[in-house]
C-alpha cells in the first residue's frame, strides 16, 4: 500500500498535469531507485532510509544547481 503512495511521488513529483519525469534529473527517482538497491542489499530499514536521503540530497545539489 505504500508503494501506492511513494511510486507516483517518485516518478512524477511535479503532480500528474507535468507527466513523468523518468531522467537522471529527478531527485526523487534516483533516491528511491538508490533506497531499493540499499533494501534489497542489506535488507536493514534504517539504513536503506539513511542512504535514499542522503543520495536525494546530494542529487538535489548536484543537479540543481
Do not use: D, K
Amino acid at each position: 500500500m505504500l508503494t501506492a503512495i511513494i511510486v507516483p511521488m517518485a516518478v512524477s513529483p511535479h503532480g500528474a498535469e507535468a507527466g513523468a519525469e523518468l531522467t537522471w534529473r529527478n531527485p526523487q527517482l534516483v533516491g528511491a531507485l538508490a533506497a531499493i538497491a540499499a533494501s534489497a542489499l542489506t535488507r536493514r530499514p534504517l539504513l536503506t532510509i539513511a542512504i535514499g536521503l542522503m543520495v536525494f540530497f546530494v542529487w538535489q545539489c548536484i543537479v540543481l544547481r
